[in-house]
């Protein structure tokens, strides 16, 4: 062997024993580190299982204490106590089916584990780790009845395992039976009842022992989340998950592939709610949810928790008085009123139907409802905020617009479907015309407005389609998102959430949580200012008048297509109030009620009106606060918006951007006489504007089909020839526009 193959060799040697060092290094660090972990991981888990309680010890329905919910003024509205509902019954009295089914659907391997799953724990981890979310918990039977009966805020790994101890524990002292039993005895079923006995009676009217499979097959379906899956509140949800369980009894082997099939056919059928709560039942609803949202049931119902509410109990009689009386008879359509203090964010009143005893479902904040022309607030307040002055002019006449990737979209305005001719935005907010608006949101971008709209409080999904600035909605806004983003405007473009609960504390008064205002300026205080100055004429002399009372208040009225819903949405400077009227059972049309089609300038505007004057009345007048900077207050001639000389018989003060306050002057020069109107049919339109000009008349156009005349011809006028009229008065002219353009019926959008 050469030399220079032997130091060959003892190198790769040496490399070889280097990397064997390193790998060893590498294992010995970290076997310390896997044990250090362990170590500290062992540590943590016998600090907290060292604090355990006996179960022989524990006597916690002891320690159960009674929620209490407080209206605005310190007024009891509610208790939620655990005992309110329930009747202790043995597992020989309750329903095999509701066993195998609650088995089923909760812990398949009830029998076989002791006490805690790690099967299922190993299963739910990886659905986890597959959905990128939490998606399946692994909690046994025996570990919901330990959390069941244990009151505590935590939401931790701490609490999972004092809940996997106790268990074990609880699996030495009884048979799977008794737990089974306790288990079935302590569920909530949401309603605040609890227990398999009151739940079979308050749902279907017969003892726990006596239920079909469908039914206890929907009872076992409502134990992961009562709220979610209530027949009553979400009947669609309940009956899908009503199914899973009889699919999981069949798999398990508890029924046959005849029984299943027979029971997954069976509608959903529960008697109705017989006890409501007397006091805003569907705002203390409202409470009770948000209160679930944020604290475990076991808190909620047994922790003895003290909610103090916004509601103002005086506010909240006067919006009830003001839809009921307004809707009187039999058959009317229903009502929802949500009122907002717009400083602080707080819900003042919330009326979320007739009859809380025959409906639960909460009108209120329902987003099935279309907004119609309410919403066109929101495309007139992106407009200005992107730099388009309320003085812009478009025209109004029905036509066909190119939407990008689409269709062309065919526009008609209220009603009649004519056009006004020319006009500007802030006339066309306060006539609710659709055409402009039209035109506008293809201007302004669909996707602003919608940007905007959800910083002033909208938190529907909307998408950025432009017939949203008309009200067409696949989901729309509920009253109480279109109360908030209007209160948005009442304070000066700044945003506050809509509170329900100011402050809760323990029994002993220990502070949990209180809210703190927050706002947020969303948009421009001169936006703001801007919109609700056109919102103003609305309610003097547009859509909206029967909306008017003695105090400053601007607002919008709204009316889906067919009159199948009617809102009126509006502000005074210190509340916010929106209302919408319609059918709960469906999109039926209001063509007759009481004598009249819905719209929202009847009803909706009459109850706001009815109550936000109540609500104002002995309180001091104020106004709209005016911005420091940015707007100038402008002298114009109400017919042409242009800057107002001697002669101009309309004449006020306008609010403008700075920057697109008008700067000419109308072209009125003498004083306005009475005289004859000149004959202009026949004459084409220049022709007829200057034979109207010369005899000191003013002039608007409206376009319409004529297979006759060339377009571009006059073919009427109103008032007609011959006639006599007040000099600077407005002549309509109504203009050919050639043979027919095929437009579609018109849209009702008010």
């Known amino acids: 062997m050469s030399r220079y193959t032997q130091?060959?060799?003892?190198?790769?040697?040496?490399?070889?024993?280097?990397?064997?060092?390193?790998?060893?290094?590498?294992?010995?660090?970290?076997?310390?580190?896997?044990?250090?972990?362990s170590f500290s991981g062992l540590m943590a888990v016998g600090t907290v299982l060292s604090n355990?309680?006996?179960?022989?010890?524990?006597?916690?329905?002891?320690?159960?204490?009674?929620?209490?919910?407080?209206?605005?003024?310190?007024?009891?509205?509610?208790?939620?106590?655990?005992?309110?509902?329930?009747v202790v019954v043995p597992l020989a009295k309750i329903s095999p089916h509701l066993q195998h089914a609650v088995i089923a659907i909760e812990d398949e391997r009830f029998y076989k584990h002791k006490g805690y799953d790690p099967q299922a724990i190993g299963r739910a981890l990886m659905t986890d780790i597959e959905q990128g979310r939490y998606v399946e918990g692994a909690s046994t039977i025996t570990q919901q009845y330990i959390k069941n009966t244990i009151v505590t805020r935590e939401k931790t790994f701490d609490r999972k395992l004092k809940e996997a101890a106790l268990a074990a524990q609880l699996e030495q002292k009884f048979s799977k039976n008794e737990i089974l039993d306790k288990y079935l005895n302590t569920i909530y079923f949401g309603h605040s009842w609890y227990g398999v006995e009151t739940a079979s009676w308050n749902f279907f009217g017969k003892r726990a022992s006596d239920l079909t499979l469908p039914e206890a097959a929907l009872l076992a379906a409502m134990i992961k989340s009562p709220n979610n899956f209530s027949p009553y509140t979400h009947p669609d949800l309940a009956k899908e998950r009503r199914d899973l369980v009889v699919a999981h009894m069949l798999q398990q082997k508890y029924i046959s592939a005849v029984e299943a099939a027979q029971a997954v056919g069976t509608p959903i059928k529960v008697r109705p709610i017989m006890k409501a709560v007397s006091i805003a039942p569907y705002f203390v609803e409202y409470v009770k949810q948000e209160l679930l949202k944020k604290y475990d049931e076991n808190v909620v119902f047994k922790g003895g928790l003290r909610v103090y509410t916004t509601i103002d109990l005086k506010t909240q009689k006067m919006a009830e008085d003001a839809a009921w009386s307004a809707l009187n008879r039999t058959g009317d359509p229903s009502a929802a009123i949500v009122a907002i203090d717009p400083k602080i964010g707080f819900i003042r009143a919330m009326v979320g139907g007739r009859d809380f005893n025959k409906s639960k479902y909460n009108l209120a904040?329902?987003?099935?409802?279309?907004?119609?022309?309410?919403?066109?607030t929101f495309v007139f307040?992106?407009?200005?905020?992107?730099?388009?002055?309320?003085?812009?002019?478009?025209?109004?006449?029905?036509?066909?617009?190119?939407?990008?990737?689409?269709?062309?979209?065919?526009?008609?305005?209220?009603?009649?479907?004519?056009g006004y001719g020319p006009m500007t935005l802030r006339e066309a907010l306060v006539k609710s015309v659709n055409v402009v608006f039209a035109h506008l949101i293809m201007d302004v971008g669909p996707q602003k407005v919608v940007d905007l709209a959800k910083k002033m409080g909208i938190t529907s999904n909307i998408n950025a389609n432009p017939a949203i600035a008309l009200g067409g909605f696949a989901h729309g806004p509920s009253v109480l998102e279109m109360a908030n983003a209007y209160a948005t405007l009442a304070n000066g473009g700044k945003h506050l959430p809509p509170v329900a609960i100011t402050k809760v504390t323990d029994s002993q008064a220990k502070l949990i949580e209180q809210y703190q205002p927050k706002p947020e300026q969303v948009i421009s205080e001169t936006t703001a200012y801007l919109v609700t100055n056109v919102l103003q004429d609305v309610v003097r002399y547009g859509t909206g008048t029967r909306a008017g009372i003695s105090h400053a208040c601007a607002g919008k009225t709204g009316t889906a297509t067919e009159y199948r819903d009617a809102w009126f949405c509006g502000f005074t400077p210190d509340l916010a109030a929106a209302v919408w009227v319609g059918y709960p059972q469906g999109q039926i049309p209001m063509m007759n009620v009481h004598g009249i089609r819905v719209a929202g300038g009847t009803f909706p505007a009459q109850i706001w009106g009815q109550f936000m004057g109540n609500a104002t009345r002995g309180t001091p007048y104020t106004d709209f606060p005016h911005p420091k900077n940015g707007i100038k207050e402008v002298r114009v001639c109400t017919q042409t918006g242009l800057l107002a000389n001697t002669f101009c018989p309309d004449v006020e003060y306008r609010p403008f951007l700075r920057s697109k306050a008008p700067r000419e002057k109308c072209k009125v020069h003498v004083a306005p006489g009475i005289t004859e109107i000149p004959n202009v049919v026949g004459m084409r339109q220049p022709d007829a504007i200057k034979a109207l000009t010369d005899a000191h008349f003013g002039y608007s156009i409206v376009k319409q089909v004529d297979n006759e005349a060339s377009k571009g011809v006059v073919i009427s006028q109103i008032p007609g020839?011959?006639?006599?009229?007040?000099?600077?008065?407005?002549?309509q002219l109504i203009l050919s526009t050639g043979k027919s353009i095929n437009l579609s019926s018109p849209t009702t959008q008010q």
């Open 7 to 37: 130091k060959k060799r003892s190198k790769r040697k040496a490399r070889n024993r280097i990397k064997l060092q390193i790998a060893a290094s590498l294992l010995v660090f970290s076997i310390l580190t896997v044990l250090a972990l």
């Open 52 to 86: 355990l309680p006996k179960l022989d010890d524990q006597e916690v329905h002891q320690n159960w204490q009674t929620t209490k919910i407080y209206a605005a003024d310190g007024t009891l509205l509610t208790s939620l106590y655990y005992e309110q509902d329930r």
């Open 365 to 376: 904040l329902s987003n099935n409802r279309q907004p119609g022309s309410s919403f066109k």
């Open 381 to 418: 307040a992106a407009a200005i905020e992107n730099g388009i002055s309320p003085s812009d002019t478009y025209d109004s006449s029905p036509c066909k617009i190119d939407v990008p990737g689409s269709v062309p979209w065919e526009v008609n305005n209220y009603t009649e479907g004519s």
């Open 721 to 731: 020839a011959g006639q006599r009229a007040r000099q600077n008065a407005v002549i």
